[in-house]
């Protein structure tokens, strides 16, 4: 038996049935943070009748939501009171500091993988969201949920960094910076750095927000502007951070921001990329090809590339030593950081 009759044996219609119907959860969870029935638990357990008279929604439909949030999770439920479990109460209630729902409340995924076909026809986005009107309207919401899930990996990075062990009074530029979810942790961890925070200027009223309420805001500055065109200066800074930038630029911007980032950087000085990177054969893993074609549906060039081409094109930058280390997932998705070296 070859590979792919293996693979063929793996299939049953019960499988693509399951498979076509994957799409039901998440649509629960949408379904639920629009309309606030988290919000509506926040005060204690509720029936499905008082739920639905707090959210104006029928009792039918509110029972069957209910009962599918039940089954995944994301409530609690004894006799016919339903309640909130721990993680929700810190992740779904819009009011909480940690809430991440700002992007799965919105129609904005379903929207866009609503013309998947079409996309792949024209190989063109249903919406652009590196440009920046649009970015400006996305991104402030996109940042928050990311904010929260990047937080840990983040910490990790710092310390692989040696930020505020080995290295000391990092100048730090943050490109695309969003939250500066990555920079924040490298100033967290080393009190004498100082971070620039690139991005554009609706963006960077967030971000002056993020860093303000860690405490930086007299470490943070602020360079406004679109990152293919803004001016970085010379040998200036110890530290580039590309936090899920590459897969939205695309090739040629990405490898045109490698050099100039090189340019910006002092010698010794290194690039921290976040992203998402299949396997070189890119036959997985699963959300990494996934997530390219996100990028299919979002941006003009963006896509997911391989380490051997993150390798090539530092390489051809004037980067060297280019390790991986593992910071644990980022946004649930399995993802090393690369890091690499001016030569
Ligand atoms: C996916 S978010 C990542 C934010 C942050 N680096 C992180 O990893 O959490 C992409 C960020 O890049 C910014 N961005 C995208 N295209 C840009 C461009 N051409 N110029 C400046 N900023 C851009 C967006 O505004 C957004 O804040």
């Not at 959860?25 to 509506?40: C, E, G, K, S, Y």
């Not at 929260?148 to 530029?173: D, E």
Request: aromatic share 6%; hydrophobic share 50%; net charge neutral.
């Amino acid at each position: 038996m070859n590979a792919s009759d293996q693979s063929a044996a793996a299939i049953t219609p019960h499988a693509l049935l399951q498979l076509h119907m994957a799409m039901a959860a998440p649509r629960v969870l949408t379904a639920a943070l629009q309309l606030n029935l988290f919000d509506h638990l926040r005060a204690g357990p509720a029936s499905a009748a008082a739920v639905a008279a707090a959210a104006g929604t029928s009792l039918r439909g509110t029972r069957m939501l209910l009962d599918a949030l039940v089954a995944l999770g994301l409530l609690g439920r004894q006799g016919p009171a339903y309640s909130l479990v721990e993680g929700a109460r810190t992740y779904l209630v819009r009011d909480s500091a940690d809430y991440v729902g700002a992007l799965m409340e919105t129609d904005a995924l379903w929207t866009a993988w609503g013309s998947l076909t079409e996309a792949v026809r024209s190989g063109r986005p249903v919406v652009a969201v590196e440009r920046q009107e649009r970015a400006e309207a996305f991104f402030p919401i996109l940042i928050r949920s990311l904010h929260v899930a990047n937080r840990a990996p983040a910490a990790r990075l710092a310390a692989a960094l040696g930020a505020g062990r080995t290295h000391h009074g990092l100048q730090v530029v943050d490109v695309g910076a969003g939250s500066a979810v990555w920079s924040i942790a490298v100033a967290e961890a080393d009190a004498t750095a100082r971070v620039t925070a690139q991005d554009f200027p609706g963006v960077l009223r967030e971000t002056a927000g993020f860093a303000a309420r860690h405490g930086l805001a007299g470490r943070f500055a602020y360079l406004p502007g679109d990152l293919n065109t803004v001016e970085f200066g010379r040998e200036r800074f110890d530290l580039a951070i590309l936090g899920n930038i590459v897969h939205s630029e695309g090739e040629a911007s990405s490898r045109r921001l490698f050099r100039r980032l090189a340019a910006a950087l002092r010698p010794g000085g290194r690039i921290a990329i976040l992203d998402f990177f299949p396997g070189d054969d890119r036959s997985g893993p699963l959300p990494a090809l996934l997530f390219a074609l996100n990028m299919l549906l979002n941006t003009e060039n963006g896509d997911t590339f391989t380490l051997a081409q993150y390798r090539d094109w530092l390489t051809e930058a004037g980067f060297g030593d280019m390790t991986t280390v593992d910071i644990g997932e980022q946004a649930g998705i399995p993802a090393p950081a690369v890091i690499a070296t001016r030569l």
